[in-house]
């Protein structure tokens, strides 16, 4: 007796099953099954951080140097382009990714063009040379291009509007990112603003008549993975900011509360983003964009903790002559912005009651409040976040009668 092998099931619609090195670079249901991120995605992401991380660099010795106001600015424009590659690859990804060859040397165009970017920060920062980080970005956004042209061509009728507004809208504002180069320097953050708006509008243009295929699921699993691996960005630079104050200094017993308070913030704050399942909040284009829009305050504080954690060590073994107020204030406003930043994406839609809105937005007061405790500002916030999950954990408890996952609340932060 013979039996007949079990077939294969069918392929998602739009899912990469050809084998040839060119295949056409079609939509992917966004029904698929099973979507998760692929290996050139997570390498993608190990890039960028790169550039994250020598933005954090450039805002640790502006913050150290009392120079915090020009060196928020240049942190928050350089981190805008870091950002703003990544989110357009994810989301274009998210629809189109048919992960042929030609897809993977244009999207390895992309990581080549952060990691020139993140060469010329500390140009930036020091010398307000923005002409290396515009090189990389324009890299970058001009391999996205090429991108959405190649799915225009695949394309018919509105898809091929909207991919072709895509490329459209991304090759003109190269143009308009000119005058940070071009521009004398008080003009420069008034081009950033102009054109951070121009850019945020392309795909509210682009998607107007005919919203792309991107995946819920897959979308969620891309911006959980960037946010793990520059959390993971942030424990790294304030344990070699740490391990090397105590070799230079021999000041471990100075230290160990901030890396303590430090600790705590950190794993907290991986706690509270992860307590909601957020992809089904992602219903439309209106709650994605701005889903999306809003993680540029939950990133770009996330990194910026990692700084103010460097710069509170600094200040702890008296190589930066900053107060302690001031030092404190580089780790608890960002550490309170992430807080607010994630309660206002996603996690107030999960919340069931009073009780369970109040903990982020109280907890982020109460950050900031540890601000004036001197020595004790970050270790006292590191406290002040665990007990926040605590808090989240308990009310969640009582609401779902000790079943998690159960109901439309979910543990919470």
Not at 169 to 179: A, D, F, H, K, N
Not at 339 to 355: C, D, N, Y
Not at 363 to 385: M, R
């Amino acid at each position: 007796m013979t039996t007949r092998p079990t077939p294969s099931p069918a392929p998602s619609p739009g899912a990469p099953n050809g084998r040839g090195p060119l295949r056409r670079l079609t939509a992917r249901g966004r029904d698929e099954a099973h979507r998760a991120a692929s290996p050139l995605e997570l390498f993608f992401d190990l890039c960028f951080v790169v550039a994250v991380a020598q933005a954090g660099v450039g805002l640790v010795h502006a913050v150290a140097d009392a120079q915090a106001g020009e060196g928020i600015l240049n942190y928050a424009m350089q981190f805008f382009a870091i950002w703003w590659a990544w989110m357009n690859f994810s989301w274009f990804a998210s629809a189109y990714d048919n992960d042929d060859v030609l897809y993977r040397v244009v999207t390895l165009v992309q990581v080549a063009g952060v990691l020139v970017l993140a060469a010329g920060v500390s140009l930036a920062f020091d010398s307000r040379d923005f002409t290396v980080v515009w090189l990389g970005y324009v890299i970058m956004r001009l391999a996205m291009a090429s991108q959405w042209l190649r799915a225009a061509r695949s394309a018919k009728g509105a898809e091929r509007t909207t991919a072709l507004r895509y490329a459209g809208g991304i090759l003109l504002c190269q143009v308009g990112w000119l005058g940070l180069v071009v521009l004398p320097e008080p003009a420069r953050p008034w081009v950033f603003l102009v054109m951070a708006v121009a850019e945020l509008c392309v795909p509210v243009y682009a998607e107007r008549k005919h919203p792309t295929s991107w995946h819920p699921r897959h979308i969620a699993e891309r911006y959980g993975l960037f946010t793990i691996i520059v959390l993971g960005e942030t424990i790294a630079a304030a344990t070699v900011a740490v391990k090397t104050a105590v070799d230079e200094h021999d000041a471990l017993g100075d230290l160990l509360p901030i890396a303590a308070g430090g600790l705590l913030i950190v794993f907290s704050a991986w706690w509270i983003y992860f307590a909601v399942p957020v992809h089904g909040h992602l219903r439309s284009n209106r709650q994605a964009f701005l889903w999306g829009y809003g993680h540029y305050f939950i990133l770009s504080s996330a990194a910026a903790i990692g700084a103010g954690l460097e710069v509170a060590v600094e200040q702890a073994v008296g190589t930066s002559h900053l107060s302690a107020l001031s030092a404190s204030a580089a780790v608890t406003l960002p550490t309170a912005l992430y807080l607010i930043a994630v309660w206002t994406m996603h996690s107030r839609h999960f919340k069931i009651g009073i009780s369970q809105q109040l903990v982020l937005p109280v907890t982020a007061l109460l950050v900031i409040c540890c601000t004036f405790l001197g020595d004790l500002a970050v270790p006292a916030a590191g406290l002040v976040c665990a007990l926040a999950v605590t808090a989240g954990e308990t009310l969640t408890a009582r609401t779902t009668g000790g079943a998690y996952g159960i109901g439309p609340a979910a543990p919470a932060g």
